[in-house]
């Protein structure tokens, strides 16, 4: 790998964000599903989740390259087919907070949210949303603030909304400085599993090259 490029991928782990993720509860659309990634990498999320409960999002997680843009292969994706599960997961790699887009009794307006913390944002289906097994594991629901007719929003809008205001509210804090949240041997990891992931893609380049090549003979 060219110096250069092992440089950018250094850069990129440097403003990862260790306690910064999204849930998603059988979304079922991929191309909102890579809209959602394309997010996360930008604002520097290293992972998201992904659970599928109903029987009609079985197939799980399939997206092709275009409709992430790429973005897939810098963001891990876990999957689960069951909520406490996912849950249980979530806690256990030290996310302290989830908070659920629910309009709901209660809920808190997004602007009022500390997104600085170690936070897990759920987004729910597109037409229905979180489900209530969900929700109940949820430590409190938030709301994007809306003055139109319509009073909803696509969840990749949704989704970039939310995480942008986690960007904002992080990049005052000084958590894009460059100084990785991670320690040494975690930034080593990650540098490895990205670096073995561009590999993958220039074999594959390679591979369509030749055989486009060899077609042409």
């Known amino acids: 790998m060219l110096d250069q490029r092992q440089k950018k991928i250094r850069d990129l782990i440097a403003r990862r964000q260790i306690h910064f993720t999204v849930m998603l509860e059988n979304v079922s659309d991929p191309h ?28 799980r997680f399939t997206l092709g390259k275009r409709a992430s843009s790429g973005a897939r292969k810098w963001v ?46 759920l987004f729910g289906n597109e037409h229905l949303g979180v489900s209530e097994e969900a929700a109940v594991h949820a430590d409190g629901n938030f709301i994007i603030p809306q003055v139109g007719m319509v009073q909803s929003l696509n969840i990749s809008v949704a989704c970039a909304v939310s995480l942008y205001e986690g960007f904002r509210q992080r990049h005052l804090k000084g958590f894009y400085n460059g100084h ?38």
């Open 76 to 121: 891990d994706v876990f999957q689960f087919d069951n909520i406490p599960e996912a849950i249980q997961s979530v806690r256990l790699k030290g996310y302290d907070q989830i908070w659920a887009t629910r309009l709901v009794a209660g809920c808190k307006n997004l602007y009022e949210m500390d997104l600085t913390g170690k936070i897990a944002l």
């Open 32 to 59: 909102n599903i890579g809209a959602v990634l394309r997010s996360c990498d930008a604002v520097g999320i290293h992972e998201i989740f992904l659970i599928y409960t109903d029987p009609k999002y079985q197939a």
């Open 180 to 217: 990785s949240m991670f320690t040494t041997v975690d930034q080593e990891a990650m540098f490895s599993r990205y670096a073995e992931r561009e590999l993958i893609r220039h074999k594959g380049r390679n591979s369509i090259k030749a055989n486009l090549e060899k077609s042409a003979d």
